[in-house]
Structure formats: C-alpha cells, structure tokens
C-alpha cells in the first residue's frame, strides 16, 4: 500500500520537481559558477572558463566594508523588505477581515479596487507614481501642497533624505503586495463554516472578538505561506524600482536595493560584471534561504505537519 502511495505521489509531483529542476536548479549551479570567474560583457568565449576562486566575493565584501553606497543599497535591502513585509502580511490580512463581515457586493468591490494595481502593467503603474510624486510643480502632490498653501516651493520627495525614498518605493510596491495577501486570506475565510461565526453573535461576540478568537487561529497555514512567500519575493524584486530610479524620481543608492543591483552590474549600461553580479546573486540566495527557514521554524511549521494523534484506547 505504501509502495502504491509513494509510486503516485511521484507521478504527481514529477512535472513539479522536474520545473524546479530547469528553472530553479540549473540556473542557481550556472550562476554560482559564473561567480568563481571573472566574466564580463557577456564574454563566454574569454571569461568562462577562466577560474578565480573568491576573488568575486573577497570584491564583494571588501565593498561592503569600504563603499558607502554597497551600504546604502544593503541598508535600504533590509528596511524595503522590512517594512513592505510587513505592510504586504498585514494589510492583506485586515482587508481580508473587514470585507468578511460587510455584504459580498460591496467587499467585491473592495477588493477589485485593491486588484487594480496588481493587474495594471508595471510601466504603466509606475508611471502613475512617478507623475504623483515628481519633485516639480508638475507633480501632483506638489501640485497639491502648492495650492493648499502648505508648501512655497515643490519638494523633491525621492530625494530629500533615505526616508523619503523608502517612503515611495515602499508605498508603490506596498499596495501591489497587499492585494496578494487580500486574495490569500479571503479565500481562506471563505472556506471556514459560518455557523462558527452565526454562533459566535448569538452569543453578542463582536467582529473583533470573532477575529481574534475564531478567524485568526484558523488562518496559520495561509499566514506562513503568505509571509514566507512576501519575504523571497521581496527579497528578489526590482520592476518597480527599477524604473522609479531609472526615471530619476528616487536617488539611485536609497532607492537600489540588492536584487536591483544584482540586474544592474549584470545588464546595466557601461561595462557590465557577470561574476560580480552573480556572487551577489548568490549572497541574495543565501539570505533567502535562511530567511525562509528561519520563518518556518519560527512559525512551527513542523509542528503543523505532523501527522494528528488518533485516540488512544
């Protein structure tokens, strides 16, 4: 019988483990190759075979001890990711939770006004925020304040100071993100009877109270995976800021974070540095793996797949 089950859970999960493989696998053993060699500009035929050990990396950390903007780019790394998490997990659990107890006709329209930007192109969604927040009368937010009287002269929001960068690379990627979530907790909600809830204000337990006690305990599948899947794909994204600092509407050190750096120093302009870009990648790999299981253990995931205890006669 378990022969039987082995053999179909492998038929299964073979096309599954066969796109890890070609698209995961193979490209990671191809990059971490690439950053033991001196490859640039795309040269195979001159660099690829040319080994240099951890000359890439000895490169790497020397710059993030001695170059100011590694550490910006490191820095604004972990408080995009930080914060955006946290926005992302969040926000999408609390619009999840509110559009659960109103009628289904206005929380669909709710939600689709959250799914806007998820399914509006990345060009033209930027494009959106880059004319919101331009640094010149032209931007309408300056356009706003000037109006208001608030402000005598525009402010260039995207480069004042790091917080003001963070705050629009943030808030842009912010409300992609949350969307994501909304979908993944609804979906949740939608599957838990609502006799519990029925029962619950029969007895005069208010929304919050339902939230707490009911909804939010039975959602700790759908919280791990949304958390844990934010962090890699935070961890990994650079379409949207890409864009804002190719534009100008950022400055480039605090509005680059790693990943974007990575594609930077591998594609951008000028000469480009495939084994740098690729041990970066690398480092990048690492702190999502360990980001990942750390948020697995930290949120018990072992424990929740146990198998559960039959009665004990």
């Known amino acids: 019988?378990?022969?039987?089950?082995?053999?179909?859970?492998?038929?299964?999960?073979?096309?599954?483990?066969?796109?890890?493989?070609?698209?995961?696998?193979?490209?990671?053993?191809?990059?971490?190759?690439?950053?033991?060699?001196?490859?640039?500009n795309w040269?195979?035929?001159?660099?690829?075979?040319?080994?240099?050990?951890?000359?890439?990396?000895?490169?790497?950390?020397?710059?993030?001890?001695?170059?100011?903007?590694?550490?910006?780019?490191?820095?604004?790394?972990v408080v995009f990711v930080g914060i955006t998490l946290l926005i992302n997990v969040f926000g999408g659990l609390l619009l999840a939770l509110g559009t659960f107890?109103?009628?289904?006709?206005?929380?669909?329209?709710?939600?689709?006004?959250?799914?806007?930007?998820?399914?509006?192109?990345?060009?033209?969604?930027?494009?959106?925020?880059?004319?919101?927040?331009?640094?010149?009368?032209?931007?309408?937010?300056?356009?706003?304040?000037?109006?208001?009287?608030?402000?005598?002269?525009?402010?260039?929001?995207?480069?004042i100071t790091p917080w003001g960068v963070w705050s629009i690379i943030i808030f842009v990627n912010g409300l992609v993100g949350v969307s994501f979530g909304m979908i993944v907790f609804t979906s949740a909600l939608n599957q838990i009877p609502r006799e519990l809830v029925i029962a619950a204000r029969v007895d005069g337990a208010s929304a919050w109270q339902i939230s707490r006690k009911i909804l939010i305990p039975m959602l700790k599948w759908h919280f791990l995976y949304v958390?844990?899947?934010?962090?890699?794909?935070?961890?990994?994204t650079y379409p949207h800021l890409f864009l804002l600092v190719e534009w100008d509407l950022v400055n480039r050190d605090y509005g680059t974070t790693l990943a974007l750096y990575v594609f930077n120093t591998a594609f951008g302009r000028g000469e480009q540095d495939q084994g740098l870009a690729a041990a970066a990648a690398v480092l990048l790999s690492i702190i999502g793996i360990m980001g990942g299981y750390v948020t697995l253990k930290v949120l018990q995931f072992e424990r929740m797949i146990h198998e559960p205890r039959g009665d004990v006669e």
């Open 227 to 236: 958390l844990t899947w934010q962090f890699l794909s935070l961890l990994t």
């Open 43 to 77: 040269n195979t035929e001159k660099y690829l075979s040319e080994i240099v050990g951890l000359y890439n990396y000895q490169r790497l950390f020397h710059m993030f001890q001695h170059d100011p903007m590694i550490r910006a780019i490191l820095l604004t790394t």
């Open 101 to 159: 107890f109103i009628n289904e006709s206005s929380a669909s329209s709710i939600r689709l006004l959250w799914l806007l930007p998820r399914m509006s192109p990345i060009a033209v969604y930027s494009l959106v925020w880059y004319y919101f927040f331009h640094g010149s009368d032209i931007g309408t937010l300056n356009s706003i304040l000037l109006k208001l009287g608030v402000v005598s002269e525009p402010i260039p929001w995207g480069q």
């Open 1 to 40: 019988m378990k022969g039987e089950k082995l053999r179909s859970l492998s038929f299964f999960l073979s096309p599954m483990i066969a796109m890890v493989g070609i698209f995961y696998l193979i490209p990671l053993v191809f990059t971490v190759y690439i950053s033991f060699t001196k490859m640039r």
